[in-house]
Each structure stands twice: as structure tokens, then as C-alpha cells.
């Protein structure tokens, strides 16, 4: 298959949803003859600041002059974004060139009648670790799609596996309780592999711990054994020290503000000296090098200023909840008008009145063009008076400028597939003024 192909093909699986469950994956990875056991790897879970994590992660790495492999979903402008060398995406021929061997593989296993046909995440998951293993990287950073213990990334025993944290999502896939949720996130853990975790309360933790006691995996909680504290915050940025107990402590410059950032940070530093202690390639210094490196797009993202404009795709209530404080502490005065668009799926009612003040001004646009994307309408009925509805996110965009004025913050966000759809929309338009 050329690219072309290779993205129609991966079209025609979207229709076979989401499907938990390891057997699929196994007999494909098997079929390959399982790349995934080639290489070393780190495996990230969470409800938010996975791809944060992640991101911080191999860029410790990178900056220790490892090469190193990164597997992220969702993508916001093209599938190639999901798997990267030293932060540079797939190309085009070279993910078409896995993406057919993947397709062969499915093809063939599929045939002889071993499983039925593995869903789109499961080809993407196995195109990434072949790529990985063929192109023999040090290091893969694998970030887990839903959940954890049904994932089709939980089929490799990494060096340490990183759950940034738990909250309610995805309820109708991973349970409807954080015990529940807590559970499947934990099932990446395995034996005598050390843990690094930002999860609060005992309902996530109590689930962690167990699991992490029974596969004498050693535990390490972001408050407890390890924290953050914050020295200077801005949209540019912030400052924080790391503690470690009485052993260590070292101040840290990351570029992503929120506070929700500086635990993800943590999180990443711990999770990279674990490695470190089987590689004594990764230094001290490669830790602050790394994370002061790391932007992660879509997240508190300010792509212009006067006004300043923030992507951000917070999606589900604990997302919400780190934008809103991230609003408060930044623009506390500020006038705010949002474009906001949501899948339907989604707890709509508690992410909207979370994110949005009663004198705020919201559009409500489609997410992208897919059949879970909730109606512009029923998203301004729930918000109410100050909310209207618009077709098109990019006309919105250009009335919520002019709406915020010099002074004021226009925020485009509810979901990753909106940001997408936003970015992809304002390629377009720049390319069409040149």
C-alpha cells in the first residue's frame, strides 16, 4: 500500500469501534513475530496528562542521546503524529511500508481463522512497534489508549509503568466508580516493575496499591513519596522544586503552565531516574534539559496574543477542572469567550459548567464531522443564555476575536478532535491568504 492506502485502509477499521481485549492483538503482534519484545520500553496510563507524561519522558531520554521511540493517540492533524522517532512523526512512506506489513499480518491471521479482524487502534499498536523494533530504538514511550489491563498496549513488560492519574471517563468501557476505573489503569503494572503515580484519594489509590503489593512492584506517589512545589507560574511557563523525601531536591523549568503540569513534571522526572537506574546513560542533567523542552500541543496551548488564544481539549471533568483553575490563575480579570465543542458521549453538563462563568460569552461548534459530535444546539442549552450556536468552527473563531477584543482570551476547547479540526481549519485558511 502507498500512504493514500495506507489511511484508507485505517478509514475502513474506524467502523469497528473500540473493542477491549487482548486476543487480537496477541495473534497480530504474534503473527509479526512480536516486535513489541525487541525493544525496552515505559508505559503511561491515566485519565489526563498522559501524552504531557509521555512527551517529558522521551524527551529525558532524547536529552540523555538515546534514541527514542514515542506511541500517543489521538492525533489532531494527521495519524502520523501517533508514532515518533526522537520527536520527528513517521513518514509517510515509512508508515505506509509497517501499516502493509501489519495489514498482511491481519489479513493472514484473520484467514486461518485464529481471531476476527484486529480494529484500527490495534493495527496502529502493532504498526508502532514494528516501527520501533525495525528501526531498533533504545527506548519506546507507550502510551496507553483506554483504560489499562484490556489496552492493546499491554503486551509489553516495561522498565517502569507510570498511571499520571484516575478520574471518571469512559465510564461505559472502564466502570463507573474511580475503584473501578483504578483497577483497569493497574492493570499495566507488573511483576517487580516500579511504579510512579499522580493518583489521589484512596478510591484510586487503594486499587494501585493493591496490585502494585501483589506483583511486588515498588510504589511511588506523587505527595508522598515525591512532590512538586511551585517557586514561579505563567502562561510562559513555571518554576518548581522536586522533593524527594530528605534525599533530593532540585529546581525545574518546565514550559507548559497549569498547576496540573507540575505534578505530570514530577511524575516524568521520577518515572526517568527509575530508568536511570539501569542506564546510566540518563544524567541529571538530561532530566532538566528534557522537561524544559517539552511543549505539548492542544494542551493550554497559546497559539497567538492579543488576544491570546488557548487551544486546550479538556474533555472530561478533571480536564475541565484544570483548565478552569489555569483560566482563574491567568487571566483573573480578563474577559473570556470560548468556542466550545464536545463529543456527545462525554459529561457534558459537568465539563461545560466547570469551564464556563455565567458572564461568559460561548459559541458551540461540532467537534469534527463524525456522528459522536454533539449538536452545537444541545451544548448551548446547557450553558444557557450567553451561549449561541454556529455551523462552522472557524466563523466562530473569528467572532469570538473580535467579541474578546486586545485586552481579553478567546478559548477554543472541549475536545481533542475540535482542536484538530481547528488546527486543520487554520492551516487552511493561511494557506489560502498566501
Known sequence: MNYTESLAYLDSLGKFGIKLGMERIEALLKELDNPQDKIKTVHVTGTNGKGSVSSMIANILLASNLKVGKFVS??????????????????????ALVLTAVKQAADSIVKKGVCEQPTQF???????????????????VIEVGLGGLWDSTNVITPVVSVITNVALDHCDKLGNTIERIAMQKAGIIKDN???????????????????????????????????????????????????????????YEIKLPGEHQIA????????????????????????????????WPGRLERIAQKPDVILDG??????????????????????????????????MQQVLHTIVRPMDLVYTVPADGG???????????????????????????????????????????????LVGTFKARLLEEKARCH
Open 122 to 140: 490495534e493495527i496502529l499498536t502493532a504498526a508502532a512497534f514494528l516501527h520501533f523494533a525495525l528501526e531498533k530504538v533504545d527506548y519506546a
Open 193 to 251: 516493575v516500579p511504579v510512579v503515580t499522580a493518583a489521589e484519594g484512596d478510591e484510586a489509590i487503594g486499587p494501585i496499591r493493591a496490585v502494585s503489593m501483589f506483583k511486588q512492584a515498588r510504589l511511588y506517589i506523587y505527595g508522598r513519596a515525591f512532590w512538586g512545589e511551585e517557586k514561579e507560574s505563567t502562561m510562559d511557563g513555571q518554576t518548581f522544586t522536586l522533593h524527594a523525601g530528605d534525599v533530593y531536591s532540585s529546581d
Open 74 to 95: 489521538p492525533h489532531l492533524v494527521k495519524y502520523n503524529e501517533r508514532i515518533s522517532i526522537n520527536n520527528n512523526d513517521i513518514t509517510d512512506d515509512a508508515f
Open 314 to 347: 479538556a474533555h472530561n471533568p478533571n480536564g475541565a477542572e484544570a483548565l478552569r483553575k489555569a483560566l482563574d490563575k491567568y487571566y483573573p480579570n480578563q474577559k473570556r469567550v470560548f468556542v466550545i465543542g464536545m463529543m456527545g458521549d462525554k459529561d
Open 264 to 295: 505530570n513534571a514530577s511524575v516524568a522526572i521520577v518515572a526517568a531516574k527509575l530508568v536511570s537506574k539501569q542506564d546510566d546513560r540518563i544524567n541529571e542533567l538530561a532530566l532538566h534539559i528534557g522537561v524544559a523542552n517539552t511543549f
Open 371 to 417: 456522528e459522536r459530535a454533539a449538536k452545537p444546539e444541545a451544548l448551548a442549552n446547557i450553558i444557557g443564555a450567553n451561549a449561541a450556536p454556529r455551523s462552522d468552527v472557524y466563523a466562530a473563531y473569528l467572532d469570538a476575536l473580535a467579541e474578546a477584543g486586545e485586552d481579553g482570551v478567546v478559548v477554543i476547547c472541549g475536545s481533542l478532535y
